[in-house]
Antibody, heavy 117, light 108 residues
Framework: EVQLVESGGGLIQPGGSLRLSCAVSGFTVSSTFMTWVRQAPGKGLEWVSVIYTGGSTYYADSAEGRFTISRDFSKNTLYLQMFDLRAEDTAMYFC???????????WGRGTLVTVSS | EVFLTQSPATLSVSPGERATLSCRASQSVYSSLAWYQHKPGQAPRLLIYGASTRATGIPARFSGSGSGTEFTLTISSLQAEDFAVYYCHQYHNWPRYTFGQGTKLEIK
């Protein structure tokens, strides 16, 4: 059974850093592309970052230069390292698996990041 | 960037009735469009990919249509568990993935 479980969220002050984790089971993070999507309170889904099987990484403009996506094959885990956090980064962060067709076929329940002083 | 516009923002429908949700893209995404269902506190769930292919385990009452810039998600006979927020998502313009703003399907 495919499962994705996010962790690492919490309350953080503006300018702080946080690392989110996405532990997966039922498949390997090396076998497909993986992505992070967020949802700010009362808003819709916003794509944040993607890592492809070959290791190429891409970011939304809002994340470029501040966030880093990575994966650990030995732990079968996806990460999102976030630096210089801002109030507008407050959101539920979801990890998702990319399918062969290009859509996101399995998602986790999310981890909440709150940036506030 | 490809912008996706969903309509309506909120749709009120009675159980057993049909619901039709729309998604319009600012430029052609061919058939690289997916629909997701999202309920509070849950993981988003893939319903449709390739504009019209149901994902694994999705009931036949969900159907998708369209190509290019105009897409539709139809739920033929609403069940109580179908009331949720629905998002369209284009993946043609990867890695610049984008989502629509969502349609909230509520009980009338």
């Amino acid at each position: 059974e495919v499962q994705l479980v996010e962790s690492g969220g919490g309350l953080i002050q503006p300018g702080g850093s946080l690392r989110l984790s996405c532990a997966v089971s039922g498949f390997t993070v090396s076998s497909t592309f993986m992505t992070w999507v967020r949802q700010a309170p009362g808003k819709g889904l916003e794509w944040v970052s993607v890592i492809y099987t070959g290791g190429s990484t891409y970011y939304a403009d809002s994340a470029e230069g501040r966030f880093t996506i990575s994966r650990d094959f030995s732990k079968n885990t996806l990460y999102l390292q976030m630096f210089d956090l801002r109030a507008e980064d407050t959101a539920m962060y979801f990890c998702a698996r990319g399918s062969d067709a290009g859509d996101f076929d399995y998602w986790g329940r999310g981890t909440l990041v709150t940036v506030s002083s | 960037e490809v912008f996706l516009t969903q309509s309506p923002a909120t749709l009120s429908v009675s159980p057993g009735e049909r619901a039709t949700l729309s998604c319009r893209a600012s430029q052609s995404v061919y058939s690289s469009l997916a629909w997701y269902q999202h309920k509070p506190g849950q993981a988003p769930r893939l319903l449709i990919y390739g504009a019209s292919t149901r994902a694994t385990g999705i009931p036949a009452r969900f159907s998708g249509s369209g190509s290019g810039t105009e897409f539709t998600l139809t739920i033929s006979s609403l069940q109580a568990e179908d009331f949720a927020v629905y998002y369209c998502h284009q993946y043609h313009n990867w890695p610049r993935y984008t989502f629509g703003q969502g349609t909230k399907l509520e009980i009338k």
